[in-house]
């Protein structure tokens, strides 16, 4: 699926380094999740938890906004982004023996290929730090990647760009608190730039954990 501009009004974001690429939205999920303001969501992931549900991502006033659940011990580690209401976003899946890590991302809870979105992969099977690859749906050949990902999981510092290009989408930071350790919670914070889609955005963190996770399983 393409992303594509939708109606609304644009916003200057007073980042240095950042291009609104498309000032009326960019969008790959939904339209819907397009704000003309920056939007900034914490993702609170508890770290024992092996059961359904364990992320939830809120605004930040604490209203929950996503949540991602799915059985995250299985072989098919298959994972569905879920509004705050509970209605299913999407469904993230990994492919099975791939070597770049590939994911693919479809509409609602279908795991067919005309639902297809976006697919995520590694671009190297050997990498110091993160660095994905996100290819449409539009771009089967995947010759370049119409968005990456790049920065440190570990220290939840990764960058959103669009394209091959220094225009950053989304980015995100580390925060401790004393309650987080106790209660066996990681959270970190994401500020989504205006104008793009937010639910694209959280689907490539759940993406990240994923990937990540198989990392530290080897550990």
């Given at each position: ?89 999407c ?28 697919t ?10 993160t ?25 939840r ?38 104008n793009?889609?937010?639910?694209f ?8 954990d ?10």
């Amino acid at each position: 699926m393409e992303a594509q501009p939708v109606a609304g009004s644009g916003s200057s974001y007073p980042y240095p380094n950042y291009q609104n690429p498309n000032p009326n939205g960019l969008w790959v999920i939904s339209p819907q999740y397009c704000c003309p303001q920056p939007v900034d969501l914490a993702v609170v992931r508890k770290v024992l938890a092996i059961t359904e549900g364990n992320f939830g991502v809120t605004d930040l006033n604490g209203n929950l906004m996503f949540k991602i659940k799915g059985k995250f011990l299985s072989i098919h580690d298959r994972r569905v982004l879920l509004d705050a209401a509970g209605n299913p976003i999407c469904t993230l899946r990994p492919k099975i023996m791939t070597v770049h890590d590939r994911w693919q991302v479809f509409k609602g809870e279908s795991s067919e290929e005309k639902d297809l979105m976006f697919t995520v992969k590694r671009s190297s099977m050997i990498q110091l730090k993160t660095k994905l690859d996100v290819f449409l749906a539009n771009n089967p050949k995947e010759d370049v990647c119409d968005f990456r990902v790049e920065g440190s999981w570990l220290e939840r510092s990764c960058v959103v760009y669009s394209g091959q290009s220094n225009t950053i989408l989304a980015q995100m930071h580390k925060k401790h608190s004393v309650e987080s350790v106790l209660l066996g919670k990681t959270k970190f914070m994401v500020t989504v730039y205006p104008n793009v889609d937010y639910a694209f955005i959280v689907a490539l963190i759940a993406i990240l954990d994923g990937i990540n996770k198989d990392d530290l399983d080897s550990d």
